[in-house]
């Protein structure tokens, strides 16, 4: 199967940390980081669009591994925060790094839409040659949107993030991956086209704690792999205490799940990417060691996606 | 103990409130429950009746009350109304 060859990020720089938005919410600022284990999030200016992030993640990801532009075959943009019903921000993205005229497709999916573009680029790899997946949110618009829900607007941040994926030639082989859909609960966790995010936080939990060790017992258990053989888990970061439990689920130490959760809140889709991105620069993984992405959003989409460290140095 | 009780003393162990709820009175509103709470509560009313509550009914409304949790646990209970 394909292989990772690079990961890249955007971060705006506007910090807003909880003191501040304790005031405009009228709560306490401990209260915040109580409950959601987020000390500050970034927020995007107003011309730090959703394209923007992400074509400035996508430069960030090709920059390191010497891959130029013209070199990607297809682009993949997950975003639920896209500024307009259509076009999506991908073809526009594709332009703005310089590469007009080739494949850009839209995943409109929250959360999980990351992992879903992974897995469908290590599957179009093969054909259509280097696939830039990119996953950014401005999820800052709908958690302030009025009627203003406190319990949601602390949870949210904005950014982007990004990864090459290449028929072979990576540092992580893509070895398998699971995916599952089900909108019985569509309307627990959404985004309508005005308003704020609607959440049945107690839905998304239950469902999450659930699904998640599943779903990665699952990709694990079809490579007779277990989870204490796993080096790494990349989660989507949506909120430390349900992390800490898949981790407790699996068996498995907290110290293996990387999380930027304080630093940078729930970026939706683009979590995942943001934190592999920065996880990469200091990850001691050996070859072979099994790497386990996993997430789980508004839909319900979830799903699990393993990989490992590339036996052979390639290039 | 019966199954009432049984699913009250997990309460207990989860909420860590002296306090017993009515039957009836919601657990979450009343602050016995949280989101994770919950969670946790359905793995120990799992373990404590030998149950599996499928994904398909793990909505927070079946664990809302007592009462609500009685039933729930009586759908995948064997024996359950001999409790």
């Known amino acids: 199967m394909a292989s990772v060859i690079s990961f890249g990020r955007y971060l705006p720089e506007r910090v807003l940390g909880n003191e501040e938005l304790a005031r405009r919410l009228g709560r306490d600022p401990a209260w915040i980081e109580s409950m959601s284990g987020i000390a500050e999030r970034r927020i995007a200016e107003a011309d730090e669009t959703v394209s923007v992030m992400a074509a400035r993640a996508a430069e960030d990801c090709l920059r390191p591994c010497g891959v130029q532009a013209p070199d990607v075959g297809m682009v993949i943009v997950a975003s639920g925060t896209s500024e307009r019903r259509f076009p999506g921000p991908a073809a526009e993205v594709a332009a703005a790094i310089g590469i007009p005229g080739v494949p850009a497709i839209d995943l409109p999916m929250a959360s999980a839409g990351s992992l879903f573009a992974v897995a469908m680029a290590s599957r179009l790899a093969p054909s259509v040659g280097r696939v830039l997946v990119i996953s950014a949110e401005r999820m800052s618009a709908p958690a302030f949107a009025e009627p203003l829900n406190p319990d949601v607007a602390i949870l949210f941040g904005d950014g982007a993030g990004a990864c090459l994926i290449g028929e072979s030639g990576g540092a992580l082989e893509i070895v398998d991956y699971v995916l599952h859909s089900d909108g019985t609960w569509a309307k627990d966790l959404r985004l309508e086209f005005t308003g704020p995010v609607q959440m049945n936080g107690r839905a998304v939990i239950m469902q999450a704690s659930r699904k998640v060790p599943a779903v990665i017992g699952e990709v694990l258990s079809r490579n007779d792999i277990i989870a204490q053989d796993v080096r790494y888990f990349l989660m989507h970061q949506a909120n430390q205490n349900l992390i800490d439990r898949v981790a407790k689920v699996l068996g498995v130490g907290s110290d293996r799940f990387p999380s930027n959760i304080r630093r940078y809140g729930n970026t939706s889709s683009a979590s995942m990417l943001i934190a592999a991105s920065e996880w990469i620069e200091t990850a001691d993984l050996r070859p072979g060691d099994p790497v386990c992405f996993a997430v789980f959003g508004a839909g319900f989409h979830w799903g699990a996606l393993l990989a490992r460290k590339a036996l052979a140095r390639q290039t | ?83």
């Open chain 2, 1 to 83: 103990m019966n199954k009432r009780e049984r699913i009250t003393a997990i309460l207990g162990r989860i909420s860590n409130k002296r306090t017993e709820p009515d039957p009836e009175e919601s657990l979450f509103d009343a602050g016995y429950l949280d989101s994770f709470a919950l969670t946790d509560m359905v793995a120990e009313l799992e373990k404590e009746f030998q149950i599996r509550i499928p994904d398909s009914e793990l909505n927070p409304r079946r664990f809302e009350s007592i009462a609500r949790i009685e039933e729930t646990v009586g759908k995948y209970a064997a024996g359950a109304h001999a409790a």
